[in-house]
């Protein structure tokens, strides 16, 4: 074989090789796992499909790692800072609308060291764009309060894989 062909045969294996192995990345509505980055901490949510109901989960960390908000497929959520716990969040999931859209409540209460428990309420609207890779994500309510429109607290997400780490156990049924 001449080196033409030779260097040819392995740019194409080398090819071949490095979409085989990174995360398969399609249209797969609102299942599997979105990311987004910013300067101080970095977010992550996973979303699966079991029978007719969509399970979220939400993690968060700063690149220190002092930072951590850690959740179960439950919606049970644990915020700490420097190992020290100073929120708890319970995540719960529905679909509304004529286009189905994925509503995410949040309810749960922060720890300040000024002003004690504060509480947290807030509804997200969550929609899929972009041919499947980002994930939009809107505030729709805060404190029971339901906003009128589209530009609240608007977030982005860039979908980072069709799969999900660790996915929930759904071999024993659902509550």
Not at 104 to 110: K, L, M, P, Q, S
Not at 151 to 166: A, T
Request: hydrophobic residues 30%; proline residues 3%; contains cysteine.
């Amino acid at each position: 074989m001449n080196v033409v062909r030779i260097h040819g045969c392995v740019v194409l294996t080398v090819a071949l090789l490095s979409t085989a192995c990174g995360p398969e990345i399609s249209d797969t509505g609102y299942t599997g796992t979105w990311s987004r980055k910013g300067l101080n901490q970095e977010t992550t949510i996973s979303i699966v499909k079991v029978d007719d109901e969509y399970l979220f989960r939400w993690g968060r960390e700063s690149p220190d790692g002092e930072l951590k908000v850690r959740c179960t497929w439950d919606g049970d959520c644990v915020e700490t800072f420097n190992g020290e716990q100073r929120a708890t969040y319970k995540m719960r999931t529905w679909t509304e609308g004529k286009k189905d859209r994925l509503r995410v409540e949040c309810r749960g209460t922060f720890k300040d060291p000024n002003l004690g428990q504060i509480p947290v309420h807030y509804v997200d609207e969550l929609i899929v764009r972009d041919n499947g890779i980002r994930l939009i994500s809107r505030v729709k309510g805060r404190d029971g309060e339901m906003l009128e429109g589209r530009g609240h607290g608007l977030r982005w997400y860039d979908k980072i894989s069709d799969k999900v780490v660790d996915p929930p156990d759904t071999s024993a049924g659902r509550d």
